[in-house]
């Protein structure tokens, strides 16, 4: 259990901060993430890589010559937001285009692909891979549904040796995507991790029982069988991954033994010796092995082992030298320190003009917000408790950080005299920023399309109403390509979309309107109880979600309640019927 923070909510970002003043030869910190603190040649491709925080060494700890160009740092086991990953790419970039590589996990798919867009759309050449190593999170046939675990460096490593080495980024992208289909991961847990300030842990495994198919964001593994010796987790995991290995897999391979938290060198040395046995008498000749803590999940207990299948090209840049904070190999030349002065952040822009009827409904929409928050604060440890059930358990914390976030840049906005669209784009922005995850990134989007939607004009109808829920629902479903029978928040989505628009059509004011959307979006978020998750992080333990309902329909049914019950009172208040 994590006993060291002042706030549990800024664990993270305290944690980076303090990395960074521990290692500033190597980064300097950016809004977002970290990038190289030395200086890159012009027209160098850019490696820029990232994910959830709490995986020490990864992320930030692979940026450095010879690797990772910056990384964009997320939250606890959440996606680092799109603003973020795009200004730490932005900060990175020296010309030569980017590469922006994570493990295929929804969240970071999501934002990493936001950042991608807006790059590519100013001219800077942007390509991603995504690491697909688990052999546990989906079968050979569905390879490119498999998440990224340890595997992430091998990926990492070729990709940033060969931009380092001059390469253009067709061919660093391509040498990413060979790695990738070189790389092979299994791992196995025997006790979980536990958030910063959080009272247990995200999943338990049996006494005497090892779960097997961990994800490393605290998500459980896919079965649990008993504790075996050192020998026989060694033929398990060796086993698995030969039987998996890839059709251009050759007879040189890179075993990589990782420790996930509290497995202890000792113990890791000595499992690696067995693996080395079985390596050998599958004729296999062992190349620059790893064996240590490589890509973390807090404190749990566990580890990973990874096979990288090497021909005479990824070899070649696996070998070649690295220098970062938490992985070292060769020796490279030292280079000159990078001038920090430009990564100063920009002004904020100014307060456009609105109308007296969009500031006068911005003053609601923060009322509003303000309610969705009270809800989260409400229900954030029932949500972290469902969503630990088949995820990572970060649901509601994540929803908390960002209704925190809203709130805030709202009521800053609104102060300031913006209106209603302004208002809702500021909420939006930081609610995606902040959260991190696939919820941050589809109810910051909603947000902001609610508030262009209804835009700054003189008066509001109730077709103004109808219009702003139906772009609610289509950036939640543009966004995050969920469908009805997904097992997401678009279960609850749609039925409260539906009801809304038809009372409305019925003749029934906003506020009746709104309380029957949210009485069928409530009976939605139970009904998914009985569905298979075909999304996210939940996917790969369909088994264990059965029974129990999404959280990320929980969690929308319990804000449209608050929030009819808020505009409600208001309009009782007030004595308009919309």
Not at 61 to 87: D, E, H, I, K, W
Not at 284 to 290: M, Q, T
Not at 546 to 558: C, E, M, Q, Y
């Amino acid at each position: 259990m994590t006993k060291i923070f002042d706030d549990p909510a800024a664990f993270a970002d305290e944690a980076l901060d303090g990395f960074v003043a521990a290692n500033r030869q190597y980064v300097a910190r950016v809004d977002g993430g970290v990038v190289r603190s030395t200086e890159t040649p012009a027209g160098q491709v850019a490696l820029v890589i990232g994910g959830g925080s709490g995986h020490y060494p990864a992320f930030a700890g692979l940026v450095g010559s010879g690797l990772a160009a910056g990384s964009a740092c997320g939250n606890m086991f959440a996606s680092p937001s799109a603003g973020q990953v795009y200004r730490v790419a932005k900060a990175s970039s020296a010309g030569g285009g980017v590469l922006l590589s994570y493990g295929n996990y929804a969240g970071d798919v999501l934002h990493f692909g936001q950042a991608q867009e807006k790059l590519n759309a100013e001219g800077i050449p942007t390509r991603t891979v995504l690491v697909t190593d688990d052999i546990a999170s989906a079968p050979l046939e569905e390879i490119e549904k498999r998440r990224g675990i340890a595997g992430d460096l091998t990926v990492f490593k070729v990709a940033g040796a060969a931009a380092d080495a001059g390469l253009d980024l067709d061919e660093v992208e391509r040498l990413a995507i060979k790695a990738n289909h070189h790389t092979r991961s299994l791992g196995v847990a025997f006790a979980g991790c536990t958030l910063p300030g959080a009272g247990e842990p995200l999943f338990t495994v049996p006494e005497g029982m090892m779960s097997v198919g961990l994800g490393i964001h605290g998500e459980p593994g896919i079965s649990e069988q008993p504790l075996p010796t050192a020998s026989e987790l060694a033929q398990l995991l060796v086993g698995g991954l030969l039987k998996d290995k890839p059709d251009a897999a050759g007879t040189r391979v890179v075993p990589i033994l990782n420790g996930l938290g509290t497995v202890k060198y000792d113990e890791l040395f000595l499992l690696f010796g067995k693996i080395e046995k079985l390596l050998a008498d599958a004729g296999l000749e062992i190349i620059e092995p790893e064996c240590g803590e490589l890509v973390t999940s807090l404190d749990m207990s566990g580890l990973s082992l990874t096979l990288f299948w090497l021909d005479e090209e990824l070899e070649r840049f696996w070998a070649a030298p690295a220098d970062t904070p938490a992985f070292r190999k060769g020796n490279l030349a030292t280079r000159p320190a990078r001038n920090l002065s430009e990564l100063t952040e920009q002004e904020s822009a100014p307060v456009l003009a609105a109308s007296a009827a969009s500031t006068g409904l911005a003053g609601t929409a923060v009322g509003a917000l303000k309610v969705a928050q009270a809800v989260v604060v409400e229900h954030e440890e029932a949500l972290g408790k469902l969503d630990a059930i088949a995820g990572d358990g970060d649901h509601g914390i994540g929803m908390r950080r960002g209704v925190d976030a809203a709130v805030a840049a709202a009521e800053k906005s609104h102060a300031a005299g913006a209106g209603l669209e302004e208002v809702l784009a500021a909420a939006g922005e930081q609610w995606a920023e902040r959260a991190g995850g696939t919820s941050g990134a589809l109810w910051g989007a909603a947000v902001t399309a609610v508030g262009r939607t209804l835009g700054n004009k003189e008066s509001y109808t109730g077709a103004d109403a109808a219009a702003a829920v139906e772009a609610l629902r289509d950036a939640i479903i543009g966004l995050g390509k969920a469908e009805a029978g997904d097992k997401t928040m678009v279960d609850a989505l749609l039925p409260f979309t539906a009801e809304f628009t038809g009372a409305l059509d019925s003749g029934a004011s906003v506020a009746e309107s709104l309380r029957a959307a949210a009485a069928a979006a409530a009976t939605a978020a139970e009904a998914t109880a009985e569905l298979s998750p075909k999304k996210g992080r939940a996917r790969p333990l369909a088994e264990k979600s059965l029974g129990h309902p999404d959280p990320g329909a929980v969690s929308f049914g319990l804000i449209a309640d608050g929030v009819a019950a808020y505009v409600e009172t208001f309009a009782n208040t007030s004595g308009e019927r919309s």
